[in-house]
């Protein structure tokens, strides 16, 4: 079980939302503890599974310039059938649902065609009852994890 969250912990990963390539060194100076405090910290944070640094590509720098989103409605296993769609290259994120929508999923594709192809998809699958999808037309902000709170 994760341990408590204080404020030192969400100093060390709000400065890793800003730069995930942030040294502990630069942390230290900017948190005012030692390096090893934040080494530490850090390690805790990673090691409970609170925290991951990853690179996230851009998918238009990519040249992956279709993002869209589906919103199924479904019968059945809805989990499995969730995970099935998430097994996907061309899912980015896929989210159980409550009330109109069983499933959500965000899709990256090269192109028209591409997405075309992942929409037939999801329509052949069993279970699936209704299907609607949304292209990006920009994205205004984007977020891959928001900020933890302390705990209590």
Sequence with gaps: MPSHVDDVDLAI???????????????????????????????RLLGEGLIQIAAI????????????????RAKGDVEALGR???????????????????LAVE?????????QDVVKRIQALDG????????????LKQEYFGPLTRSQ
């Design 13 to 43: 990963i709000g400065r890793l939302q800003t730069d995930g390539r942030a040294s502990v060194k630069s942390m230290s100076d900017e948190i005012g503890l030692s390096e090893a405090t934040i080494r530490k910290r850090l390690g």
């Design 57 to 72: 590509p851009n998918a238009r720098g990519a040249g992956q310039t279709i993002m869209a989103m589906a919103n199924i």
């Design 107 to 115: 899709m990256v594709c090269h192109g028209r065609d591409a997405l």
């Design 84 to 102: 099935e769609i998430a097994a996907w290259p061309e899912t980015s994120w896929v989210a159980l649902g409550a009330g109109n929508v069983d």
């Design 128 to 139: 699936v009852t209704h299907l609607q999808t949304f292209v990006y037309l920009k994205t």
